[in-house]
């Protein structure tokens, strides 16, 4: 079999793959926040010669072309405004041969902006787009400022990222993530943090917020979460991890394989539903199967249409019981 050259200096003896390049991209670019210099040319970019930023990245790569933007894992990549991945097919990766479900080398965050239109450090749209083992982080304190990623895409699939929110922490609605994927798919993610209090009385402040079309004409349809851990530091038995307010946030189903929900033991009080939603769903259902939750009442609100696995009412399902002596 022959040698394959790659334009970015990437060589295998027919397998594309390298120190933590996945498999299967036509091109791969790197970036170096702390070392790399967008003047690099195009065909120079290498790991060597790396670009400095992820936004001018994006910039570079083409839309259906399967084409990969490796993050360095040894300075924090940062965004001077919301990053809008609008093309498809791009691939969005940290340079790092391990798969952490948190903890990622490559980190990208968004700090204090002045434009109301930064509602996120990353906001998705394309299709068949990928982020792997980043860690996505938002310290924005806009009033729109909302969450760290929005996914408005199709068959999105986001494999081993943390995604993490550290200001907003009392404001209403305010979550790591916005769920209006179709198709998307969540695997060994981890969302929040044990450290930050959450919430407030009256005040939804979830980890993933489910609301119809805030990304116009997007709803979450057909998701599938896939062991993935939920932390929470409730400030208030309002704060949840999962929280639709619409009775049709939710299109056809929505599946937990295997989550963990878990406030933490120095939390103010303890979320009353783990998954819970302002009105009964009416164009989809919510599945978990085999969930488990610390320090949580209930592992979802009854009757909206939300099922758990064996458990015909909902509610102690999944819940851990403290061992007794």
């Not at 479900?101 to 787009?129: E, F, M, P, W």
């Not at 930050?196 to 998701?223: F, M, Q, Y």
């Not at 120095?266 to 783990?274: H, Q, R």
Request: proline share 3%; net charge neutral.
């Amino acid at each position: 079999m022959g040698l394959t050259n790659y334009p970015n200096g990437i060589s295998s003896m027919g397998i594309p793959v390298i120190n933590g390049v996945p498999a299967g991209l036509t091109k791969c670019f790197f970036v170096d926040y702390g070392n790399g210099s967008d003047g690099v040319g195009k065909k120079a970019n290498s790991a060597s010669r790396p670009w400095k930023t992820l936004a001018y990245a994006y910039t570079q790569v083409t839309t259906n072309k399967n084409e990969g933007i490796a993050l360095m894992g040894n300075s924090t990549h940062t965004l001077t405004g919301m990053l809008t991945v609008a093309k498809n097919r791009v691939h969005i990766f940290g340079y790092d041969p391990g798969g952490r479900s948190y903890g990622q080398n490559a980190k990208i965050s968004l700090g204090v902006t002045t434009a109301a239109a930064d509602t996120a450090t990353i906001r998705n749209t394309g299709v068949r787009n990928s982020f792997s083992n980043v860690k996505i982080m938002n310290s924005n304190t806009k009033a729109e400022a909302l969450h760290a990623f929005e996914d408005g895409g199709e068959y999105t699939v986001v494999d081993s990222c943390e995604i993490y929110k550290s200001s907003l922490l009392t404001t209403d609605l305010t979550a790591e993530m916005l769920c209006n994927g179709d198709s998307s798919q969540y695997i060994n993610c981890t969302f929040g943090d044990l450290v930050n209090e959450r919430g407030a009385s009256g005040k939804e402040r979830p980890n993933v917020k489910l609301d119809r079309t805030t990304i116009a004409g997007k709803v979450a349809r057909d998701v599938t979460f896939i062991n993935c851990t939920f932390l929470h530091k409730a400030a208030h038995v309002d704060a949840c991890f999962v929280y639709g307010k619409n009775a049709t946030d939710v299109e056809r189903r929505m599946l937990f394989i295997n989550p963990v929900f878990w406030n933490c033991v120095l939390a103010t009080a303890d979320p009353a539903d783990c998954v819970n939603f302002g009105a009964a769903q009416t164009t989809g259902d919510v599945l978990l199967v085999n969930p488990a939750s610390v320090n949580c009442t209930a592992v979802a609100g009854a009757s909206l249409n939300v099922y758990v696995q064996n458990a015909p009412d909902g509610t102690t399902a999944g819940i851990a019981e403290e061992i007794a002596a």
